[in-house]
């Protein structure tokens, strides 16, 4: 048996983030609250960043959810992603979901079910503690991931 037929009715929630930068730390805080849940069929991943290396263990999953901390937009995103608009990868820093999206079809011809999570922090100074507000944004991201599994 493959490693992809292992995995292909589960779910990969990966948190991304450093715990060392206040806020930042919110993608693996999300991620180990639904690790804790015990749910059949969901492996969960811890990382700072995403690395085009990723792309092969993320296509052995089904679907593939991404949990982050962002900068601006709404206080709380659940959106599937979609194809990137964005040019050709000019570095590998920091690389956008819909990279991974647009990478899996045009290199292994396959379709990944990515979902992304981003959570607005408020402060992404040098700490471990996280601001209270986002840490009641995360308890919100993971009723919404779990319900949607």
């Not at 995103?77 to 590998?92: A, C, I, Q």
Request: hydrophobic share 40%.
């Amino acid at each position: 048996m493959s490693l992809n037929e292992g995995n292909i009715n589960k779910t990969l929630v990966i948190g991304i983030g450093n715990p060392l930068r206040s806020d930042d730390g919110i993608g693996p805080y999300v991620a180990d609250c639904i690790e804790a849940q015990g749910l059949s069929g969901i492996k969960v991943w811890i990382t700072q960043q995403l690395n085009v290396e990723d792309l092969e263990r993320m296509l052995e999953y089904k679907r593939v959810i991404l949990v982050d901390a962002s900068l601006a937009g709404q206080p709380l995103d659940f959106r599937p992603v979609e194809k990137s608009t964005e040019g050709d990868l000019s570095s590998s820093h920091h690389l956008s979901a819909g990279t991974f999206v647009n990478l899996a079809g045009s290199i292994y011809k396959k379709n990944l079910n990515m979902h992304l999570c981003s959570i607005r922090g408020n402060n992404f100074e040098v700490g471990d503690k996280m601001s209270p507000e986002v840490l009641q944004r995360a308890q919100e991201a993971v009723k919404l991931i779990c319900n949607s599994l």
